[in-house]
């Protein structure tokens, strides 16, 4: 409507409210006092139109909104302060990926990290909140760093109950990959200590039950499953099994020691395995073993002669490990394949086996991986990944200029 159409409709309600108001004022019936009541509900209709409040938008379009800064916690919690509807709303993102670590990486007088990722040992997890229910139901991703036996442990006075994620669908672990051996417990001290490991299966990990596990800063002659701390439950209905290692990695001749996890893996679909590229690694292969050019060749085991993953497909990301090498994924491929066919060779398997095996193991460069998101889209990192394929971009063209 035209805003002189609405005025003038305006002007005639009103004089006709006068009319009607000064007959009921004069002595009218009953009928003309409700008649009054009638018009004067009409003309505040009309000259005071009802207004939309942003909180009376849909739930849906709240969460559409919401879901373009998932990433933005700090905005979400002060979103969930708005009011109760609201709040609903962000706590889903708020909630759907859960992060504990007893790690707070140091930092300087400007209040930015370190560039050499220092860690300082910080407190013991706790919490005074008598009931989690409506908290963890929403955690889809769980992320769980190295820490001390004690640090996952019931504090003082408070009951040893289990941690439960019930919708839980991604779990991501980072070992403490300073030691010889991967740990998942390990004692904030010196990596050069005598003791290996502390303490038994991790109280946070007793009562999950992910679909998708990621492993980071594993290496690549100790099998991560074998890492102590990881209960035999956590693998009941687990899909895929994604394991994160450096590209560099010094292993000597007959030291390949990747061992077997002894738990069974029956709900497992398919493994990768990445060899991610370490900021301040050199070009040419000084730095690697003459007799084991590509660490891919330690996982002989786990490709030919694990029960458990010896028929499963398996994706091997970055195998010419491009960031410290100088050869071309195409040739690295080829190196390694001959490799493991002629270790396949010396332990009985027929010529058949070998190639129906290695048909079904891939070996893909890190930019052909990263271009395919369906691969890891929503189980890593956006960054994460984008930053390993930045990375090989830029050693890849240092080493052949």
Known sequence: MAPSKKKSKIRKSSRKLKSVFAEGVN?????????????????????????AQITDLPDELIHHIFSYFSSDTTSLLKCSTVSRQWHQAASSSI???????????????????LANDAHQ??????TTQRSQRSTT???RKFTLHHHTSEWCKAGKGQRSSTFKLPNLDILEIY???????????????SPTSKTRYTGGDCRLLQDIYPRIIVFKCCTAHCHPLCVPGLPTSLFRHVE????????????????????????????LKSITWIFAPEWNNFAGTSNLSPSLKFIAQCLFPMLFTHPQTSDLPITIVNPAQQSCQAYTTREAIEMIKS????????????????????????????????????????????????RWSNRIERMVRWNFQ
Do not use: C
Not at 175 to 189: V, Y
């Open 175 to 189: 070992f403490d990959g300073r030691w010889k051996f991967p740990r998942l417990h390990a004692k904030p001290d």
């Open 240 to 267: 895929e099994l994604i394991f994160v290692s450096s590209d560099v990695e010094h292993i000597k001749p007959g030291k390949q020691i990747l061992g077997a996890p002894e738990f069974p893996l029956g709900q």
């Open 27 to 51: 002595g009218g019936s009953s009928s003309s006092g409700s008649t009054l009541t009638k018009q004067v509900s009409e003309l505040q209709l009309i000259r005071t139109p009802p207004s």
């Open 339 to 386: 490799d493991l066919t002629k270790q396949a060779t010396k332990v009985g398997f027929s010529e058949t086996d070998i190639v129906r095996r290695l048909s079904e193991v891939s070996l893909v460069s890190m930019k052909a991986w990263a271009m395919s998101e369906d691969k890891w889209e929503g189980t890593l990192e956006k960054g994460d990944v984008l």
């Open 95 to 113: 909630w759907q990926h859960l992060t504990l670590t007893p790690w707070s990486k140091e930092k300087d007088e400007n209040g930015a990290p």
């Open 137 to 139: 139901d929403q955690v």
């Open 121 to 126: 040992y910080f407190g013991q997890i706790a």
